[in-house]
């Protein structure tokens, strides 16, 4: 790769998420982009923590296009970017688990949270991403359940080379989003689109609901098509919806 992104690197910071939402002064910028060697307080979807040891990679990716973004949206044009360059890296043809975890045979390779603040002009997104890595040992409770790219590959990765090839894949994707999605995105998710699990728990109201249901797509708003048992058919946000 002949293009070199230029990256702030923190050796420890509680997450870099938080980092970019406690600096206003970086949120005009078009795109920027915070790695911490280290994450004390590694935050994942639904307010659960992300396992952030030094042999994980762990980053922010801010993007501010200047127009208003629909965060659900926008959000899958980065899960297709974080899969494609994770697949080539790894190289193998990795699955995205709606709405943007990345997965092999199953098992979660990288997750993605997508967080919104308000910028100067309109609102401005982060990306904050955790990549499974150069783990010798995955903890015993996550094993089932997660990989890293040392398993896929037999190999150990150099952090800088991988975080250089997402974010030249965010910087082609996230300019290609609109509202309505394109044709093409919606086609490219469904491709690549692991959706195995049908029972899930919807927060609505702040109430978990356990339901059952079949996946059969995402709409051109970024939306999760569901039907269920009886037939009826549904659009679901990925900020109610956690499966299981
Ligand atoms: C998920 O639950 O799948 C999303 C995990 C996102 C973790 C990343 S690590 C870098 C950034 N900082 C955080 O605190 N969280 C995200």
């Known amino acids: 790769m002949n293009t070199s992104y230029p990256y702030e690197c923190l050796t420890s910071i509680d997450s870099t998420n938080n980092y970019i939402k406690n600096r206003p002064e970086i949120w005009s910028r078009n795109f920027y982009t915070v790695r911490a060697i280290e994450q004390t307080n590694g935050r994942g979807r639904y307010g659960r923590s992300w396992f952030s040891g030094k042999n994980n990679l762990t980053f922010s990716f801010l993007y501010n296009s200047g127009l208003p973004l629909n965060i659900s949206a926008i959000t899958i044009s980065a899960g297709l970017a974080l899969r494609k360059a994770l697949s080539r890296i790894s190289g193998q043809n990795l699955l995205l688990k709606w709405p943007n975890d990345v997965t092999f045979k199953g098992k979660k390779l990288a997750g993605l949270l997508s967080e919104m603040i308000q910028g100067p002009e309109s609102n401005v997104i982060i990306f904050g991403i955790g990549v499974n890595f150069n783990l010798d040992n995955i903890p015993e409770d996550l094993r089932d359940k997660t990989t890293c790219l040392k398993d896929i590959t037999g190999n150990y990765f150099d952090a800088e080379s991988v975080i250089q090839e ?15 999605l394109s044709a093409d995105l919606i086609r490219e998710f469904s491709e690549h689109c692991a959706q195995d699990a049908n029972q899930v728990s919807v927060i609505q109201n702040g109430i978990v609901l356990k339901k059952e249901f079949t996946v059969t797509g995402i709409n051109d708003q970024g939306l999760l098509c569901v039907i269920h048992e009886n037939g009826m058919r549904e659009s679901i946000n990925a900020h109610e919806l956690n499966f299981s």
């Open 166 to 180: 997402i974010i030249c894949e965010m910087q082609k994707y996230l300019p290609l989003y609109t509202l309505p």
